[in-house]
């Protein structure tokens, strides 16, 4: 495929984000993401984060295999996670399952600095060279056990965690500033939520269920990705 209709899919991606985030509102509480998230999700070529054999499916709004038993995540859940995150200029996010590297494309549109951990290290070097042909400098990786996030470079504006442990990681918790918010799904396998983990200004924190969702487990040690 070319440029030209590669970017015709994606933006009918986009259209295909803002209706499912019509026919979730209630779960949300919003009818429409943030126009900074849509326009991120609009630029980020998918077709570059994605294996060769399955570009011409980058723009469906599903998720996709990337090897080693994990995926690329649906375009809506990406969209929603990041739109829940509320990222500003200027912050710090850590993510905590690189795959190929697309999620830290769209938050590096976002924000000042993203570090990304991926315990995969196939996976991790994939990340690297995709995110590098694309020229992102904003972007640190390394391979390593996500639940213990990344501690050098704490604490961080936001957290976002793209495998699903059965309870929200303690260390990740304390690496999250006040004031920040986390976005993970949780839960045993048949039964995850996408959270909302906010920390307010005095370090009290509240989660809130959004959706059901299905992500791949983790636990410390196990392979996320």
């Known amino acids: 495929m070319s440029d030209n209709q590669f970017s015709a899919l994606r933006a009918i991606m986009v259209q295909e984000i803002a209706a499912h985030t019509q026919f979730a509102r209630v779960n949300i509480g919003k009818e429409a993401l943030d126009d900074a998230v849509m326009e991120a999700l609009g630029k980020v070529p998918r077709h570059d984060f994605v294996p060769l054999e399955l570009r011409q499916y980058a723009y469906a709004d599903s998720p996709l295999p990337i090897g080693y038993g994990k995926t690329i995540s649906q375009p809506f859940i990406v969209a929603l996670m990041t739109d829940l995150l509320e990222v500003k200029a200027g912050e710090s996010v850590l993510e905590i399952g ?19 951990v991926e315990i995969v290290e196939e996976l991790a070097q994939e990340a690297r ?5 694309r020229g992102y400098k904003n972007i640190e990786l390394k391979v390593g056990d996500g639940y213990y996030g990344w501690p050098e470079h704490a604490p961080f504006d936001k957290v976002i965690v793209t495998a699903a442990p059965e309870l929200v990681p303690p260390p990740l918790l304390g690496q999250l500033k006040a004031g920040g918010r986390m976005v993970i799904p949780a839960g045993i396998a048949d039964a995850q939520q996408l959270m909302l983990v ?9 989660m809130r269920e959004i959706l059901p969702v299905r992500f791949s487990t983790f636990e410390p040690g196990e392979r996320d990705g």
């Open 98 to 116: 690189s795959g190929f590297g697309y999620q830290a494309a769209v938050l590096a549109e976002l924000a000042a600095s993203v570090y990304s």
């Open 129 to 133: 060279a995709r995110l590098g042909r």
């Open 198 to 206: 906010v920390k307010d200004a005095k370090g009290k924190v509240t």
